[in-house]
T-cell receptor, first 113, second 116 residues
Framework: DAEITQSPRHKITETGRQVTLACHQTWNHNNMFWYRQDLGHGLRLIHYSYGVQDTNKGEVSDGYSVSRSNTEDLPLTLESAASSQTSVYFC????????????FGQGTRLTVV | AQKITQTQPGMFVQEKEAVTLDCTYDTSDQSYGLFWYKQPSSGEMIFLIYQGSYDEQNATEGRYSLNFQKARKSANLVISASQLGDSAMYFCAMRDQSGSARQLTFGSGTQLTVLP
């Protein structure tokens, strides 16, 4: 079955370190998204991509970057982790501009100490 | 810019009763979609129901229905005959469908607790 997977599921890192969260989907979807979830804020968009070599900034993109070298993967990099980036991160994918359902990964809980 | 407001941080409902979760939205787009997602304590995001802005009928999916009032810009989720397994966080979201944007904008969520 097609799926979207995130790794790792849990990570603890130190302030200032570079961290990369992986997202891999086998739906062959063009659209991929990264969100962060914080209490009281719901899910906020960090970065998104509509296809290979396409990346765009979302609402809360400062301190994060993404790259899209193939259809299946959209890794999220925290250039220099900060305590404010402690959060739960969700990757999602969807098919085309007229999609109804976006499929979400299981989430990655990141703690920056 | 789009904005979703969920004014109920927490709700309680008795098992087998119906419950309404509120959602209001703000957008200047004419064509948009409204979504509800469920997030149980295990953390995954589960798609529940979708309503398009031009849909004349309210969307229904099993025990879930979306009470869409376009003039009031509200898209409330109604869960009928609540079950203990309905205890979860519920998110309302929307997406512009008139342009090329494909990302979802989420509200802050409502934590629903179903009491036995």
């Amino acid at each position: 079955d097609a799926e979207i997977t995130q790794s790792p599921r849990h990570k603890i890192t130190e302030t200032g370190r570079q961290v990369t969260l992986a997202c891999h989907q086998t739906w062959n979807h063009n659209n991929m998204f990264w969100y962060r979830q914080d209490l009281g804020h719901g899910l906020r968009l960090i970065h998104y991509s509509y296809g290979v070599q396409d990346t765009n900034k979302g609402e809360v993109s400062d301190g994060y970057s993404v790259s899209r070298s193939n259809t299946e993967d959209l890794p999220l990099t925290l250039e220099s982790a900060a305590s404010s980036q402690t959060s739960v991160y969700f990757c999602a994918s969807s098919d085309g501009p007229g999609f109804i359902e976006a499929f979400f990964g299981q989430g990655t809980r990141l703690t920056v100490v | 810019a789009q904005k979703i407001t969920q004014t109920q941080p927490g709700m309680f409902v008795q098992e087998k009763e119906a419950v309404t979760l509120d959602c209001t939205y703000d957008t200047s787009d004419q064509s948009y979609g409204l979504f509800w997602y469920k997030q149980p304590s295990s953390g995954e995001m589960i798609f529940l129901i979708y309503q398009g802005s031009y849909d004349e009928q309210n969307a229904t999916e099993g025990r879930y229905s979306l009470n869409f009032q376009k003039a009031r810009k509200s898209a409330n989720l109604v869960i009928s005959a609540s079950q203990l397994g309905d205890s979860a966080m519920y998110f309302c979201a929307m997406r512009d469908q008139s342009g090329s944007a494909r990302q979802l904008t989420f509200g802050s969520g409502t934590q629903l607790t179903v009491l036995p």
